[in-house]
């Protein structure tokens, strides 16, 4: 099940970017504090934030996204993380085909995903690929000195996309 997160997950989201091995202490404060402003502001339409549960009820992931700031129709895919115990299972992917649909359906045809270069983030980077995601940009030395920015990109043809039987409930 994916749906808007709740005060609820914002714990279990922390856990899970610590967790993960992969985030640095910097880029677990940034993920936390959209986390924060999408609980705190309800009405605000920069960050789309949700959370993914598994047939169990338990908590597995989330993600984030939103329309990227002075342009007509693309988006940026801001985070995701799925716990250790769902990677390889599909998760990730059930909640990038997720935002997606959902990029589709507020008209949105790009979706854009940055990434860091080092060895620690060459798993995201296949799994971006296996989706369907090219590399269209890489800045050399970006992040610090030997880590890259690697931005890749997904054209979405919002005529494709349907309703799936996904329904979205409410903010709780």
């Known amino acids: 099940m994916i749906k808007p997160i709740t005060h609820n ?13 992969v985030f640095n202490t910097m880029e677990i404060t940034v993920a936390m504090e ?6 705190e502001k309800n009405n605000q339409e920069d960050y789309q934030t949700y959370s993914y549960y598994d047939d169990k009820k ?9 329309p990227i700031p002075m342009t007509d129709f693309c988006y940026d895919l801001y ?15 059930e909640l990038v ?16 995903v940055d990434t860091s270069s080092t060895p620690l983030y060459e798993a995201a980077r296949r799994f971006y690929e296996k989706q369907g995601y090219s590399r269209v940009c890489i800045l050399e030395d970006f992040y610090r000195e030997g880590d890259s920015k690697i931005i ?6 919002a005529s494709k996309q349907t309703n799936s039987g996904i329904t979205i409930p409410k903010n709780e």
């Open 9 to 21: 997950d914002r714990s279990m989201i922390l856990n899970l970017l610590r967790q993960s091995g």
């Open 34 to 39: 959209l986390v924060d402003e999408v609980l």
């Open 152 to 157: 890749f990109m997904k054209n979405i043809d």
């Open 58 to 66: 338990q908590f597995m992931g989330y993600i984030c996204f939103g």
């Open 79 to 93: 985070w995701i993380a799925v716990d250790k115990q769902a990677r390889g299972k599909g998760a990730a992917a």
């Open 97 to 112: 085909g997720f935002m997606e649909k959902q990029v589709g359906r507020q008209g949105g045809s790009r979706i854009y």
